[in-house]
């Protein structure tokens, strides 16, 4: 009965002992656990506020290139629209000029009906054209110098656009 007792104790000691490694083990298991959930989470929140913070910086970036970009493109407006009313002046005091021209060719001995006729060794001056004629070209020519400046001006705005765009978020 001794013996049986004894290896009782014995079974019981091992039992109790496996009981309190299990139960460690368990206890280890549930600690790691909540420690990697809890190190989980707190990787999730500075990444989550991280890529806030870099989402703040773009959205700040794009406001300030936007209002660049708009500040370039209306100073770049301002001086095209005055390159433009320079030119629509200097062509409208050249038709205001031509009021006084008469309104047929003239002929005589500066003047010729043919343009064929008439030689010269500088070219063609304008002098033979009758004064709707003359108009006309005047207006064309300004129409001309106008599209000119205007296209200037888009490869301007363009140009400008593109630079910032290549520049945003350097």
Same mark, same amino acid.
């Given at each position: 009965? !001794?013996? &049986?007792? $004894?290896?009782?104790?014995?079974? &019981?000691?091992? @039992?109790? !002992?496996?009981?309190?490694? &299990?139960?460690?083990?368990?206890?280890?298991?549930?600690?790691?656990?909540?420690?990697?959930? #809890?190190?989980?989470?707190?990787?999730?929140?500075?990444? $989550? #506020?991280?890529?806030?913070?870099?989402?703040?910086?773009? %959205?700040?970036?794009?406001?300030?290139?936007?209002? $660049?970009?708009?500040?370039?493109?209306?100073?770049?407006?301002?001086?095209?629209?005055?390159?433009?009313?320079?030119?629509?002046?200097?062509?409208?005091?050249?038709?205001?000029? @031509?009021?006084?021209?008469?309104?047929?060719?003239?002929?005589?001995?500066? %003047?010729?009906?043919?343009?064929?006729?008439?030689?010269?060794?500088?070219?063609?001056?304008?002098?033979?054209?009758?004064?709707?004629?003359?108009?006309?070209l005047a207006r064309f020519a300004r129409d001309?110098?106008?599209?000119?400046?205007?296209? #200037?001006?888009?490869?301007?705005?363009?140009? $400008? &656009?593109?630079?910032?765009?290549?520049?945003?978020? #350097?």
């Open positions: 009965m !001794i013996q &049986v007792l $004894s290896k009782y104790k014995t079974v &019981v000691g091992i @039992l109790v !002992i496996s009981g309190i490694l &299990v139960s460690a083990g368990v206890f280890a298991f549930r600690w790691h656990k909540s420690e990697v959930e #809890k190190a989980v989470t707190e990787e999730r929140l500075r990444v $989550s #506020k991280e890529t806030l913070l870099a989402v703040e910086q773009a %959205y700040r970036q794009k406001a300030q290139a936007e209002l $660049s970009m708009q500040d370039k493109l209306q100073d770049l407006q301002r001086k095209k629209d005055e390159q433009i009313r320079s030119i629509s002046k200097h062509y409208d005091a050249i038709i205001a000029g @031509l009021r006084d021209r008469p309104n047929d060719r003239q002929t005589g001995e500066n %003047y010729t009906n043919s343009t064929a006729e008439t030689t010269t060794e500088t070219g063609a001056t304008g002098l033979q054209l009758s004064r709707p004629d003359a108009e006309f001309t110098a106008e599209l000119q400046a205007e296209l #200037k001006a888009c490869i301007r705005d363009y140009e $400008s &656009v593109r630079e910032i765009v290549n520049n945003f978020g #350097k």
